[in-house]
């Protein structure tokens, strides 16, 4: 399901291999419980930053990102920068492999132990601690948890827990008040747990975490710069590998690209195709691995004439998609048949595809008396520019006018954060993003719940709550979720996928491939993951002396 360029060699990679080790393991791991059944005391293995005899080890893993801004705070966290980030400073009760999306072992001790039809224990594993050396306690768990249920981004995904207490100084009782069945691990996994003690403006500057990496600065100024050192009381399944992490911010493809081919970093995120030769010529790989990244195009459904499903419907219908595929990404992307692609499990084809059609989108908009429609295209100031620049483009074509008005990420969203007063009309039109929920998670509930659960999205943003196909979707949604039969959860999810596609006010343009480019014989153990974001836990980063 990956492309590589610049010859990997053909040896089985850590996501194939964990894989397949998963299948072999099901039956001992109840589902996923392997990385963490056996959890090495602090201090085994190399300490962090030392040089083996052979001088293999480099200090510090060096890496750049393409997403600035954000907030480091734990609660709600949507930051891509900063989700990433926090893979490597926190741990939740499970973690979700991120090259299996299989649920593992965090600071639980074992897989939730079921009192009742809604009723759960979880165990602490024995003395686990944060970075600054405290304990880490049930009531830092509950804490996080509450924080985490009352967010506006997380909360609508939480939803179905009633409470989370404390049974001793170990166990924790969770109250449902629905069934999750096998959702159930995945679902806790979001939440990453920090010292209940910390007051908001700390979470917000300093944050700190049991992970096998402890923030050293945080500064964001002139796009962004994250340093990381090991956690000293991490006993968990991956410490720190060197001395020092240090993440970069460019916005630029040439200069992000430039920070790679000059080794100055050892990896980049979102390697630009139009210059992978130059990026292969240095020596590095990219490697290209289908995932849920998409921009997607959101609508305001108060707002005359995008309150018009038709309206919306014939924006999607004027967009030669397959062209704008091989315009933007290279070819490295899939035309949207449904919510999810097709590769995730829980795809159904939607029953409204929006293929290339210009006479439909055009008599779309004379049914809905918008055949001389003007708007203006609000859109991230990364790559989505240039992408909203071929959208204008084939609107043209169908009498549709669009102005192009790019924001930076942190301002893009600024405005459409609460939800407006009854009868009052956001000041938009429509906005496309690049969106990818998939570092949460790839089941279907929450992708669904992501974008159109009761949350900021819905209310705030979209503003499609305010109709009747929001309900059915919620009811759906929630009916798919306690099903116990498979077939009739996959038949609920269809219904749901072909709702959102009908109704489309917010919807994915393509699925694009997540591309990575790194030094292959100078990172040991790494592998990029489908989703947004890179994640080193595990990597050890090579002396170039002694690879090159």
């Not at 990385?35 to 890496?63: L, M, N, Y």
């Not at 919510?339 to 055009?362: C, I, M, N, Q, W």
Request: with cysteine; aromatic share 10%.
């Amino acid at each position: 399901m990956r492309a590589l360029v610049n010859g990997r060699s053909s040896a089985v990679s850590r996501r194939q291999f964990l894989a397949a080790a998963g299948v072999a393991a099901a039956a001992l791991a109840l589902g996923g419980c392997s990385r963490g059944s056996e959890r090495p005391a602090a201090g085994d293995g190399p300490a962090p930053g030392t040089t083996p005899p052979d001088g293999g080890v480099a200090d510090a893993i060096t890496a750049v990102l393409p997403y600035e801004g954000g907030s480091c705070n734990p609660v709600g966290a949507s930051s891509a920068l900063f989700i990433a980030a926090g893979w490597h400073v926190y741990e939740g009760l499970y973690e979700l492999n991120l090259h299996t999306y299989r649920p593992e072992l965090g600071l639980a001790a074992d897989i939730p132990m079921q009192i009742s039809e809604l009723e759960y224990e979880v165990t602490l594993r024995e003395n686990p601690r944060f970075s600054d050396g405290s304990v880490l306690t049930v009531n830092d768990v509950c804490g996080a948890f509450h924080q985490n249920m009352e967010s506006d981004t997380y909360g609508a995904l939480l939803s179905f827990i009633r409470s989370v207490t404390a049974k001793d100084d170990r166990t924790l009782l969770f109250t449902l008040r629905s069934p999750m069945g096998s959702l159930l691990r995945e679902r806790l996994a979001l939440v990453r747990i920090f010292p209940a003690h910390l007051a908001p403006e700390e979470l917000e500057t300093a944050p700190i975490g049991s992970g096998p990496w402890r923030y050293e600065t945080i500064d964001l100024v002139e796009g962004g710069r994250i340093a990381f050192t090991p956690n000293p009381y991490y006993a968990g399944t991956f410490p720190a590998t060197c001395g020092r992490m240090e993440w970069s911010v460019i916005l630029d493809d040439e200069k992000r690209t430039a920070a790679l081919t000059d080794k100055r970093a050892l990896c980049i995120e979102a390697a630009p195709e139009v210059l992978a030769d130059q990026i292969t010529a240095a020596g590095a790989t990219i490697e290209y691995v289908p995932g849920f990244s998409a921009p997607f195009l959101m609508f305001n459904c108060r707002k005359e004439p995008f309150n018009d499903v038709r309206v919306r419907q014939a924006l999607l219908y004027a967009l030669d998609v397959d062209s704008l595929i091989a315009r933007i990404t290279d070819g490295h992307a899939r035309a949207c048949t449904c919510l999810l692609p097709d590769y995730f499990r829980g795809y159904h084809r939607a029953s409204t595809v929006y293929s290339y059609d210009r006479e439909k989108a055009r008599a779309l908009l004379t049914e809905a008396a918008a055949e001389e429609l003007t708007l203006t295209l609000r859109c991230n100031d990364n790559w989505a520019s240039e992408l909203a620049a071929a959208l204008t483009e084939d609107w043209a074509e169908v009498g549709i006018t669009a102005t192009v008005v790019p924001y930076d990420t942190a301002e893009l969203f600024a405005d459409l954060s609460t939800p407006p007063e009854a009868g009052d009309v956001l000041d938009f039109d429509v906005v496309l993003s690049p969106g990818d929920p998939s570092c949460f998670g790839n089941d279907p509930d929450l992708l669904i719940n992501w974008w159109y659960g009761d949350n900021v999205w819905t209310r705030a943003r979209s503003c499609w709550a305010d109709s009747p196909q929001f309900a059915t979707l919620s009811q759906l949604v929630q009916d798919a979720r306690v099903s116990t039969d498979e077939a009739e959860q996959q038949n609920l999810w269809n219904q749901c996928f072909d709702l959102i596609a009908a109704e489309v006010p917010l919807y994915p343009l393509f699925h694009r491939e997540t591309a990575t480019a790194y030094y292959d014989s100078l990172l040991d153990n790494y592998d990029p993951i489908s989703a947004t974001g890179l994640l080193f836990l595990g990597t050890t980063p090579m002396k170039e002396a002694t690879t090159l």
